[in-house]
Every structure is written in C-alpha cells, then in structure tokens.
C-alpha cells in the first residue's frame, strides 16, 4: 500500500450515473462518488441511516429539493444535508451535464490533526495563506 492514489472522472467511465470514487482510490475514513447526471435528469428522492452528505458541484446546474425549500446551485456551490433529512438532487439544466462530488461519512470530525513536514519553510507561508 502506498499511502496515496490518483485518478480522474474520466478513467471512472464516460457514462452517466455513479462514478465509485472510494474502490478506486482506495478511500476507507469515508465515502465519496461522483455523480455524473444528463440534461433534465431528476435525481431520486433519498434519505441515509447513518450517513450526512455534502454535495459540491464541480459543473453544471443542481436543483435541490429539501422539504418545501426548492434551490439551485451553480458550478462550486456546496450543500450539507444531515443523513435522516430527505432530499432530491436533479439536473437544472436542459442543455449541460450536471457533475457532482459527494462525500458522506459518520461520527464526526477530527480537530486539527494536521501537521507540516518542513514547519521552518512552510510555516510562515501556512500562517499568511488563510484559515
């Protein structure tokens, strides 16, 4: 095992639908698919037991349907929805493909784990980018 792995949408198959993301990069601290859905494509309403899921949309349109609330999300709009909450994730669009990523996981958030391996080079660069 390396530790590491790359790869594209593209190499996870040209058609429509779910792209495994997680199989094939090897990903096991949470799950992760692309979602790739054609023009006026209406997703399925769903709900998960366990699983929130935050949706970022890496092109096209996403129309969002949370209880009464209906909205669209343009290319890098994001959305959190708990995992007991239902929703419906369509295609706005009647021309593009829409291409989502979504992660979900459970049980929490790690604080502030992360640690520089050049700390005297890239601290005070790290400090001065943003937090």
Request: glycine share 14%; no cysteine; net charge negative.
């Amino acid at each position: 095992m390396s530790g590491y792995a790359f790869s594209s949408l593209e190499e996870l198959g040209e058609d429509y639908g779910f792209k495994k993301v997680r199989r094939a990069l090897g990903v096991t601290a949470f799950g992760v698919n692309a979602i790739v859905f054609p023009p006026g494509f209406e997703g399925f309403r769903h709900w998960h037991d366990k699983q929130d899921e935050l949706y970022f949309v890496h092109r096209g349109r996403a129309r969002v349907e949370i209880g009464d609330e209906v909205r669209e999300l343009g290319e890098g709009g994001l959305l959190h929805v708990e995992s007991t909450t239902p929703r419906l994730v369509s295609n706005a669009s009647d021309s593009e493909d829409l291409v989502l990523l979504v992660v979900g996981g459970k049980d929490g958030y790690v604080e502030r784990d992360g640690n520089l391996v050049d700390p005297e080079r890239d601290l005070p660069r790290r400090q001065g980018f943003g937090s």
